[in-house]
Every structure is written in structure tokens, then in C-alpha cells.
């Protein structure tokens, strides 16, 4: 494990779990959640290109600004654990099949985030961020120090 990477989870764990019960945030390759099991994986290094879209997309829909990319994900994540099981089994079965085609680059990427289930995830990050706003604010900037710690003490050079 990093350097100081546990830190940082435990910190995401503590802030999720005063929304929900959640298990412990673990590291992964990319954002990522299990909602039915309310399983949560964040990511340091995420594709760039993945982030790109994903902030494009939630600023088309959103006022707040001052939050990081990082935040987001991991807010986004929480929303599919806390809104998954409102969507029926055919929303279910079209964003799968519908992501698998982008994944095999038969749709254009951008078109992941209009998907059913990652618009309603959003949706729920942005209410949560205007509902909680100091609270969301006071957790960016801790877990953005947290990053800065965790690339800094393993340096990990983000200009490569």
C-alpha cells in the first residue's frame, strides 16, 4: 500500500459513513462502486480522460464550483449506492449492455454519463453538495491535502 494511502481511505470511509453505511473505501484503478453491497473504490490516478468527461457533464448541470474532481467522484459513487435501487431491472439491463458498447468503442464515451443510472448518480451528488455544502467543502480540502500527501510521501509526479 502507499505511503500515507491509508490515511486517506479511512478519511473517505468516515465521510461517506455519515451518510450511509457504507463498507471501507478501498483503492482502485478507477471510481468505482458496488451498490448493492455499498462498496466504494476511489482512485488517485484516474484517466484523465474519463475525468474530463465526467466534469464536463455534472458543470453542464450544476452552479457550484470550488469542489475538486476528486470529491465529486467519490460523490457520484455514493449516489449509485443510494439510488440504484430505484431503477428497474430494464434501466439496469440497458445501462450495462449500453456501457459495454462504449467499452468496446461502439458508442463515443461521452455518452456514458447520459446513461439513466450515472445521470441519477450525479443528480444525487449535486443535491448532497447543495444540501451539505460546508460539510462537502470541509472534507474536499482535507482530502485534497490527504492527495498532495499521498503524491508527495510516494512521489508520484502528476506532470508525467
Given at each position: 500500500?502507499?505511503?500515507?494511502?491509508?490515511?486517506l481511505?479511512?478519511?473517505?470511509?468516515?465521510?461517506?459513513?455519515?451518510?450511509?453505511?457504507?463498507?471501507?473505501?478501498?483503492?482502485?484503478?478507477?471510481?468505482?462502486?458496488?451498490?448493492?453491497?455499498?462498496?466504494?473504490?476511489?482512485?488517485?490516478?484516474?484517466?484523465?480522460?474519463?475525468?474530463?468527461?465526467?466534469?464536463?457533464?455534472?458543470?453542464?448541470?450544476?452552479?457550484?464550483?470550488?469542489?475538486?474532481?476528486?470529491?465529486?467522484?467519490?460523490?457520484?459513487?455514493?449516489?449509485?449506492?443510494?439510488?440504484?435501487?430505484?431503477?428497474?431491472?430494464?434501466?439496469?439491463?440497458?445501462?450495462?449492455?449500453?456501457?459495454?458498447?462504449?467499452?468496446?468503442?461502439?458508442?463515443?464515451?461521452?455518452?456514458?454519463?447520459?446513461?439513466?443510472?450515472?445521470?441519477?448518480?450525479?443528480?444525487?451528488?449535486?443535491?448532497?453538495?447543495?444540501?451539505?455544502?460546508?460539510?462537502?467543502?470541509?472534507?474536499?480540502?482535507?482530502?485534497?491535502e490527504?492527495?498532495?500527501?499521498?503524491?508527495?510521501?510516494?512521489?508520484?509526479?502528476?506532470?508525467?
Amino acid at each position: 500500500m502507499l505511503a500515507n494511502m491509508v490515511e486517506l481511505l479511512d478519511f473517505c470511509t468516515d465521510f461517506i459513513n455519515e451518510i450511509d453505511d457504507f463498507e471501507d473505501v478501498q483503492l482502485d484503478t478507477d471510481f468505482q462502486c458496488y451498490p448493492e453491497t455499498n462498496e466504494i473504490f476511489i482512485s488517485i490516478l484516474a484517466s484523465q480522460n474519463s475525468v474530463e468527461e465526467f466534469m464536463e457533464t455534472l458543470l453542464e448541470r450544476t452552479y457550484i464550483t470550488g469542489i475538486s474532481e476528486f470529491t465529486w467522484s467519490l460523490l457520484h459513487e455514493v449516489g449509485h449506492c443510494e439510488t440504484w435501487r430505484f431503477l428497474g431491472k430494464r434501466t439496469h439491463s440497458h445501462c450495462r449492455n449500453q456501457k459495454k458498447k462504449i467499452r468496446k468503442g461502439k458508442m463515443p464515451t461521452i455518452t456514458y454519463y447520459a446513461l439513466t443510472d450515472e445521470k441519477i448518480a450525479t443528480n444525487w451528488a449535486i443535491r448532497f453538495v447543495e444540501n451539505n455544502f460546508e460539510m462537502v467543502k470541509a472534507f474536499d480540502e482535507k482530502a485534497i491535502e490527504l492527495l498532495k500527501k499521498v503524491f508527495i510521501e510516494n512521489r508520484i509526479d502528476l506532470e508525467s
